[in-house]
């Protein structure tokens, strides 16, 4: 059929293109017939075949109802997941089931915001929205109803105000509405606790009122601010009596088998404060004189899979969890501690099961070759990084001092190999400080401080990478399938947002340059020691795009890397233990490998993995927020210098130089000029003088409210507007004269 002669039935492929599109994903055959106005019997079978042949040349294709869409278009009426926020501090989403890049999606200014009782949209949760094309190749999302978690659960603090009713405070901070205890709901807990409720059925002017379904204790006790952020996402807490009496009853491993490592002087470098050690490292200098100046590394990993076996109830609760969660004053393990400190656990001076690769680099750090191997191992040593960088360094410790010339030197000296390898291979290198909460055994923070990274931490990090790379690459020789740690690429969308900003820094991103990690590192190193070099990191940071588990290979794209898997980490993320199961399968390994249930749903299980991994990064998110909210509540009326990081219709997120604390400057308390939103120059803008205030812009602030529940702070501009020129009429979007309090933008964690 041509573009535009019509056949015997009256009807061309460009009308018909027409009518799939006005239809929007709706029509069926019998629509996209009734729309075209075909009839008889004739005039539907012409209609089939051209159907047919559209969606074999890739144009148009079908949905799980049967509907037709233009290939590439969604649905008027689609379910999305909210994987973040734009720079402006607006929701994004992308479509629930992706095929290749997925489409811009961004929620209408003030959709899933909450308010009614009904909880605000998290990262992560589903949502079954209408779309409109925004004209630009993305999308705009009206609410139609919330997917993810329950609406109905609230989880609120118990009040008894001085006059009136006790109330209902929700900790979310972005409900916006107390509750009122239904009748005698108030008995079941005391002032000041935290509960779990739901909205009551019965009809009340006013605020609504909520049944008390569960006490959790104390808002003022150690440790609520944890308990909130758990509840609030939805993880468990605690194991089954059967995930417990499996644990206990599991027998240790044997020597039997398995090749004798005992004699390497394999050690563990972890934060000091760390419970579970994962996996122990070696090198020594390669002896063959075909490769001279080369190393052999050894990395030894935790055996989970030797007493975590599939579908057995502890492996049932692991999938449940999916990782563990790292809160400031607690661990949420994902496997019960008999396990994950204990029988799984490379402690010093035991000796434990491992299953370790063994590779070989020359002297530029290129991998010649690798091998896996089941073992049985004994740690040497427990160092934390702050030891092993001082022995290193000439001030470290009796401990680490026995182990310099012997185990730490040779492991720095190979490190400086893959160096040169990774130099060349040059991965995004964005510098992102991590804030450290410090908490004491009363539960009251004791300080915040930035995380010092050091070559220990380095040295470490590129051993699991090229133990991950090993381990994609084996399975993929294999023909074994396996669930690969994928990175994307920025979409275009994002990098247009970028090219944007970075003339209001003075920089450049020419569009039409190659999207590579080493054009972002050049535009990181033209901004380093300049005033803006923490912003671009953020706005390079808001760029990418979020790692996914996934079962095809796309390759990681921050890391520069053509494959690769998690595989280093199995007692705190369930990918690694897949991983660690299609190995043992595909080398006979053992009889603990990957089943054929587990290969059958591998695509699942990544789908399912993966929102478990965003589930507990808001989680400790949320955590970070409300222990820094609890610390600076004794810091209100105090001024801080700031940096703005985000800047919306409503006002202005001012991140806190020295706790990393993320605060929220209303628009009403930037004076008394009205100030309008310039979206292209990320900036709020005042309309008689021009005076501004714009992402990046170093500020001082003052507190003027933390709150612990919510962990919102609400902070009162202490700087004067930088000058600049009075904006254009029509330019920007106009600011409500309010504000909203509480909230922050969203930020994607570091996770490779």
């Not at 012409?46 to 109802?65: M, N, S």
């Not at 779990?196 to 006490?215: H, Q, S």
């Not at 440790?223 to 993880?235: D, E």
């Not at 996914?548 to 053509?562: E, P, S």
Request: hydrophobic share 35%; net charge neutral.
């Amino acid at each position: 059929m041509s573009e535009h002669e019509p056949t015997a039935s009256g009807f061309s492929r460009e009308t018909l293109i027409e009518a799939i599109k006005l239809g929007a994903g709706s029509f069926d055959k019998r629509g996209i017939a009734r729309a075209l106005g075909l009839k008889t019997g004739e005039q539907k079978n012409q209609l089939r075949q051209a159907l047919g042949a559209l969606e074999a040349e890739g144009v148009i294709r079908r949905d799980d109802q049967r509907n037709y869409a233009l290939a590439g278009e969604l649905p008027a009426v689609c379910v999305v997941e909210i994987t973040g926020r734009d720079i402006d501090g607006e929701l994004i989403a992308q479509p629930a089931r992706v095929e290749g890049t997925p489409p811009l999606i961004r929620l209408a200014p003030g959709e899933g915001a909450g308010g009614r009782g009904e909880a605000a949209l998290g990262v992560g949760e589903k949502a079954l929205v209408r779309l409109t094309a925004d004209g630009e190749g993305g999308y705009e999302a009206r609410l139609i109803r919330k997917l993810g978690h329950s609406v109905q659960k609230i989880l609120c603090v118990l009040r008894k105000p001085a006059k009136g009713p006790f109330r209902l405070v929700p900790v979310d901070r972005r409900s916006r509405h107390e509750l009122v205890p239904a009748k005698g709901e108030s008995d079941k807990a005391n002032d000041g606790d935290l509960v779990v409720c739901e909205l009551a059925k019965e009809r009340r002017n006013g605020l609504k009122t909520a049944t008390i379904l569960e006490v959790l204790g104390d808002m003022n006790s150690p440790g609520a601010g944890s308990v909130i952020a758990l509840h609030s996402h939805g993880v468990p807490m605690g194991f089954s009596d059967k995930e417990m009496r499996e644990a206990e009853t599991v027998k240790a491993a044997r020597l039997q088998g398995r090749e004798d490592l005992r004699a390497l002087p394999l050690l563990t470098i972890d934060p000091e404060d760390a419970k579970d050690h994962d996996d122990a490292v070696w090198a020594a200098a390669d002896t063959d004189p075909k490769n001279e100046g080369g190393w052999i590394v050894m990395v030894a990993i935790a055996d989970v899979a030797a007493y975590v076996t599939p579908g057995s109830e502890l492996d049932r609760g692991a999938f449940k969890r999916g990782n563990s969660v790292y809160l400031p004053d607690r661990v949420v393990p994902m496997l019960p501690e008999r396990l994950s400190n204990d029988l799984c656990s490379l402690r010093e001076g035991e000796e434990r099961p491992c299953l370790a690769v063994r590779m070989v680099f020359d002297a530029r750090g290129h991998k010649k070759s690798h091998k896996f191997l089941r073992g049985w191992m004994k740690s040497a040593a427990k160092l934390s990084y702050n030891d092993a960088q001082a022995a290193i360094d000439g001030t470290g410790n009796a401990k680490a001092n026995a182990l310099l010339d012997t185990v730490l030197r040779p492991l720095w000296s190979a490190y400086a190999a893959l160096c040169v390898a990774r130099a060349k291979r040059e991965p995004l290198e964005i510098d992102s400080p991590e804030r450290r909460v410090r908490v004491g055994a009363d539960g009251k923070v004791t300080g915040i401080e930035l995380r010092e990274r050091f070559d220990a931490h380095r040295l470490i990090e590129e051993c699991m990478i090229q133990a991950n790379v090993c381990a994609a690459e084996t399975l993929e020789e294999r023909r074994v399938p396996l669930i690969y740690r994928v990175h994307e690429e920025p979409s275009r969308e994002k990098i247009d947002a970028l090219a944007d900003y970075l003339p209001n820094v003075g920089l450049k991103w020419t569009r039409g340059d190659k999207i590579a990690t080493s054009r972002f590192n050049h535009l990181l190193k033209q901004a380093k020691g300049g005033e803006h070099y923490e912003t671009v990191n953020e706005v390079v940071l808001r760029s990418q795009s979020q790692a996914v588990y996934h079962t095809v290979n796309q390759g990681h794209f921050g890391l520069h890397l053509q494959r690769y898997a998690h595989f280093t980490s199995p007692i705190r993320r369930y990918a690694d233990l897949t991983v660690h199961r299609a190995l043992i399968r595909a080398l006979n390994l053992g009889d603990d490998g990957q089943s054929d249930e587990e290969r059958s749903r591998l695509t699942s299980i990544a789908e399912e993995i993966t929102q478990l991994e965003r589930r507990a990064m808001a989680a400790e998110r949320d955590a970070v927020d409300r222990f820094v909210a609890l610390y600076l509540a004794d810091h209100v009326g105090g001024e801080f210098p700031g940096r703005i990081t985000g800047v919306t219709r409503f006002g202005a997120f001012v991140r806190l130089a020295a706790t990393g604390a993320d605060g929220l400057v209303p628009i009403s308390r930037l004076g008394e000029e009205r100030f309008v939103h310039d979206d292209r120059a990320h900036a709020l803008i005042g309309e008689q003088t021009g005076g501004r205030y714009r992402l990046g812009m170093s500020v001082t602030v003052r507190i003027e409210e933390a709150t612990p529940i919510t962990g919102g702070l609400l902070l009162d501009m202490v700087t004067e507007a930088e000058p600049g020129p009075r904006p254009k009429r029509g330019t920007g979007r106009s600011a409500p004269a309010g504000g909203r309090t509480g909230g922050r933008p969203w930020k994607k964690g570091k996770r490779r």
